[in-house]
């Protein structure tokens, strides 16, 4: 196919999903932004395989007119993050369910609903909401984002204005088997603020999910998501980031099953000495189950540091992706960029496919990157068979030590045992 005729098709995609659309009511402003957003997606098209960066990733069942049904009849088992005090806000299918919910109430903080805030003629999400996504559609592509923006009318948006005295939980939970649901959050760090914010469940059998995160100088900024556990959930997710000086982002993803996630992360560091790390640990299990991390890393201020650290275990001829950029423009001097990406085949039909990359354009930096893929340590597994460790403990044992370099990218310490118990016990029902 030549490069116009994908440029054809990706429009008319663009067009039929566009057809009839009917942008939520909001003020002037979010009104503004999301007819911009739409026309980014009139402009660019709606991916498609040839795409550079979907080449590993099928975007069709992302697109569909149909949604595939996703069981919601999962194992039972305790919340994720349920002994940790947090402020829970639950959605049910991708809407906001305020009976489920706390009181969108902290101090510190200001919550309100993504529908509230642009009903508001005068709101500070306006100098993000939209805003942060747009930048990020250069130098790629990314029009299930402005998608996103254009037509989502859930989420919430949070304002942060001191450290928040516990974390938020976005709780995503699923009652219809076929339900689709888009979201799009909000979130604004103030000079010298702290938030943490929790993500787990699986939302829908089809989700899509854009969270726009502007953390200010010296603000600090975590984020924790565990990703919903059913078989044949579909879900394409972005985070667009701005860090200002001294400002620290971190975002760490734990995705167990799922016919399909991509995860999407857009990072740009705009003030010295700011710092972000993204990190992630997948397990995928059957030839349907296909994971893609997609990162894009860009340094354009003094000093600043950056940390990718990725790790897939995939078997029964699972496939896992990972396409991480960084990006060190001109002046970004004294840069500190480290991209790490490694899977751990557990059969021969399990395949991971990478694209790391550096592009560079300071001399006063250290940067690097690796990408590996293997199976079990032969003699490891021995060792531990020999001391009368059972094969699938064994080759348990040896599977959490593989990702802890991963789950070690979480500050808190409470969080990071959560999803250690709970992957353990994943891993040993082998689901």
Same mark, same amino acid.
């Given at each position: 196919m030549?490069?116009?005729?994908?440029?054809?098709?990706?429009?008319?995609? @663009?067009?039929?999903?566009?057809?009839g659309?009917?942008?939520?009511d909001?003020?002037?402003? @979010?009104?503004?932004?999301?007819?911009?957003?739409e026309?980014?997606?009139?402009?660019?098209?709606?991916?498609?395989?040839?795409?550079?960066y979907?080449?590993? #990733?099928?975007?069709a069942?992302?697109?569909?007119?149909?949604?595939?049904?996703?069981?919601?009849?999962?194992?039972?088992?305790?919340?994720?993050?349920?002994?940790?005090?947090?402020?829970?806000?639950?959605? =049910?299918?991708?809407?906001?369910?305020?009976?489920?919910?706390?009181a969108?109430?902290?101090?510190g903080?200001?919550?309100?609903?993504?529908?509230?805030?642009?009903?508001?003629?005068?709101?500070?999400?306006?100098?993000?909401?939209?805003?942060?996504?747009?930048?990020?559609?250069?130098?790629?592509?990314?029009?299930?984002?402005?998608?996103?923006?254009?037509?989502?009318?859930?989420?919430?948006?949070?304002?942060?204005?001191?450290k928040?005295?516990k974390?938020v939980?976005?709780?995503?939970?699923?009652?219809?088997?076929?339900?689709?649901?888009?979201?799009?959050?909000?979130?604004?760090?103030?000079?010298?603020a702290?938030?943490?914010?929790?993500?787990?469940?699986?939302?829908?059998?089809?989700?899509?999910? %854009?969270?726009?995160v502007?953390? @200010?100088?010296?603000g600090?900024f975590?984020?924790?998501?565990?990703?919903?556990r059913?078989? !044949?959930?579909?879900a394409?997710?972005? @985070?667009?980031?701005?860090?200002?000086?001294?400002?620290?982002?971190?975002?760490?993803?734990? #995705?167990? *099953?799922?016919?399909?996630?991509? *995860?999407?992360?857009? %990072?740009?560091?705009?003030?010295?000495?700011? %710092?972000?790390?993204?990190?992630?640990?997948?397990?995928?299990?059957?030839s349907?189950?296909?994971?893609?991390?997609? =990162?894009?890393?860009?340094?354009?201020? =003094?000093?600043?540091?950056?940390?990718?650290?990725?790790k897939?275990v995939?078997? *029964?001829?699972?496939?896992g992706?990972?396409?991480?950029?960084?990006?060190?423009?001109?002046?970004?001097?004294?840069?500190?960029?480290?991209?790490?990406?490694?899977?751990?085949?557990?059969?021969?039909d399990?395949?991971?496919?990478?694209?790391?990359?550096?592009?560079?354009?300071?001399?006063?930096?250290?940067?690097?990157?690796?990408? #590996?893929?293997?199976?079990?340590?032969?003699?490891?597994?021995?060792?531990?068979?020999?001391?009368?460790v059972?094969? !699938?403990d064994?080759?348990?044992?040896?599977?959490?030590?593989?990702?802890?370099?991963?789950?070690?990218?979480?500050?808190?310490e409470?969080?990071?045992?959560?999803?250690?118990?709970?992957?353990?016990?994943?891993?040993?029902?082998?689901?």
């Amino acid at each position: 196919m030549s490069r116009a005729a994908l440029a054809r098709q990706k429009i008319e995609a @663009a067009e039929a999903r566009l057809d009839g659309l009917i942008l939520p009511d909001g003020a002037t402003w @979010a009104t503004e932004a999301r007819r911009a957003a739409e026309a980014r997606v009139r402009a660019a098209g709606l991916p498609q395989r040839r795409d550079e960066y979907w080449r590993f #990733t099928n975007p069709a069942p992302l697109l569909s007119d149909e949604v595939v049904p996703s069981s919601t009849d999962l194992p039972e088992e305790s919340p994720v993050f349920g002994e940790v005090d947090r402020l829970r806000i639950v959605f =049910v299918d991708g809407i906001f369910d305020p009976a489920q919910s706390d009181a969108l109430e902290m101090a510190g903080l200001e919550i309100e609903t993504l529908a509230e805030a642009t009903a508001t003629d005068i709101h500070w999400a306006k100098s993000v909401f939209g805003v942060l996504e747009e930048a990020g559609q250069k130098p790629v592509d990314r029009s299930l984002a402005a998608l996103n923006t254009a037509s989502a009318e859930e989420g919430i948006v949070i304002r942060a204005t001191a450290k928040a005295e516990k974390p938020v939980a976005l709780v995503y939970l699923q009652s219809a088997p076929a339900s689709e649901a888009m979201i799009h959050h909000v979130i604004r760090v103030e000079e010298g603020a702290e938030l943490t914010l929790l993500e787990t469940g699986p939302a829908a059998a089809r989700f899509s999910k %854009v969270m726009e995160v502007d953390v @200010a100088d010296r603000g600090t900024f975590h984020h924790v998501r565990a990703q919903g556990r059913a078989h !044949e959930r579909l879900a394409h997710t972005h @985070a667009f980031a701005r860090l200002g000086t001294e400002s620290v982002y971190k975002s760490f993803t734990l #995705t167990a *099953n799922g016919r399909l996630t991509r *995860n999407e992360h857009v %990072v740009e560091l705009t003030g010295d000495d700011a %710092v972000a790390h993204i990190a992630g640990a997948c397990v995928g299990d059957g030839s349907d189950f296909l994971h893609d991390d997609t =990162v894009f890393i860009t340094h354009d201020a =003094v000093n600043c540091e950056s940390r990718q650290v990725f790790k897939k275990v995939l078997r *029964n001829g699972a496939t896992g992706v990972f396409q991480g950029k960084i990006l060190v423009k001109e002046g970004a001097q004294k840069t500190d960029g480290y991209q790490i990406s490694q899977s751990l085949l557990l059969d021969d039909d399990s395949q991971f496919l990478a694209k790391p990359e550096l592009e560079i354009y300071a001399d006063d930096v250290a940067c690097s990157h690796g990408s #590996t893929s293997g199976a079990i340590d032969d003699e490891a597994l021995f060792y531990l068979r020999s001391r009368g460790v059972a094969h !699938e403990d064994a080759t348990d044992l040896l599977t959490l030590a593989f990702l802890a370099e991963a789950l070690d990218e979480i500050e808190d310490e409470r969080l990071a045992d959560d999803l250690r118990d709970r992957l353990e016990n994943w891993l040993k029902r082998r689901k």
